[in-house]
């Protein structure tokens, strides 16, 4: 099992130990989209979903799954996030919701896995909050961005 960082020498589960590691500046973002029903769209631009203002909501949301990363994902370390923002750009030609979760910190492993949480349950709750307007609505396209910081240094996802 040599090669995989989170399994220990009898191929049991195991955490990495990051106690000699040093602090570095950490950043990471991540994205993804909901694509929905000209119904939705319009409700959310309208600010007229039942259940309240969708994207406030959601923001909230990716922000607090962030910061609940490891209680949600085995073996990740916790980590004191420094910022976490949850942005939105509605694509309206396209029914489609882009979500963009950007995480920094100052610490001894990266923030891939927290901003990643955090698109995914942001995007989960537009789900939740418009899924009695139209169950239909897909999640997907979730994917590291950007990384920087530590070991590994500067990530760029190229669009090719």
């Known amino acids: 099992m040599s090669g995989f960082t989170h399994i220990d020498k009898n191929g049991n589960a195991s955490m990495v130990d990051v106690s ?65 923002a949850v942005d939105f750009e509605l694509e309206p030609e396209k029914n489609a919701i882009h979500c963009f979760c950007s995480v920094k910190l100052t610490g001894k492993t990266g923030a891939e896995m927290e901003a990643l ?14 899924k009695a307007l139209d169950k239909t609505m897909e999640i997907g396209d979730v994917h590291l961005d950007e990384k920087d910081g530590g070991k590994s240094g500067h990530f760029l996802r190229s669009e090719a």
Do not use: W
């Open 20 to 84: 000699a590691k040093n602090e570095t500046q950490r950043f990471a973002r991540a994205s993804g989209k909901i694509t929905v029903s000209q119904a939705v769209m319009d409700a959310i631009n309208s600010d007229s979903v039942p259940k309240g203002n969708v994207l406030a909501t959601a923001r909230i949301a990716g922000i607090m799954a962030a910061k609940k990363t490891p209680e949600l994902i085995p073996l990740c370390h916790t980590l004191l996030l420094s910022k976490v």
């Open 117 to 130: 949480t955090g698109c995914s349950v942001a995007l989960l709750t537009i789900y939740d909050m418009c």
